[in-house]
């Protein structure tokens, strides 16, 4: 049974740091790009950082970029997104994601593995 599983979230206030976590299971981790994603009620799921199975190709949104950083550890099979500088629009639902093919950080619809997800908020 393939498995993403988040962890880190939490409540901090504005400028504060979280580190989320994903680990995954039932699948070989190195041979699978990988994403975060975060969503928000009433908003469509949006992507946040991929980063290839190599762990050295990178995307980030404009709106996260410089304080947010996306890595893993193939050998632990773990994904990881530090985030810094937190703002309360980064307040949602976070999930990591997982998609064997190679392609842009767009669309969740191209990501066929999905954790259930981890809340982060932010206050002001």
């Known amino acids: 049974q393939v498995l993403l599983v988040e962890s880190g979230g939490g409540a901090v206030e504005a400028g504060g740091s979280l580190r989320l976590s994903c680990a995954a299971s039932?699948?070989?981790?190195?041979?699978?790009?990988l994403g975060w994603f975060r969503q928000v009620p009433g908003k469509e799921r949006e992507a946040v950082s991929c980063v290839g199975w190599e762990g050295i190709t990178t995307y980030y949104a404009d709106s996260v970029k410089g304080r947010f950083t996306i890595s893993r550890n193939n050998a632990e099979n773990t994904l990881y997104l530090q985030m810094t500088s937190l703002k309360p629009e980064d307040t949602a639902m976070y999930y990591c994601?997982?998609?064997?093919?190679?392609?842009?950080?767009?669309?969740?619809?191209?990501?066929?593995?999905w954790g259930q997800g981890t809340q982060v908020t932010v206050s002001s």
């Open positions: 994601a997982a998609r064997t093919d190679f392609g842009p950080c767009r669309r969740a619809v191209d990501f066929g593995v």
């Open positions: 039932g699948l070989r981790f190195d041979q699978y790009n």
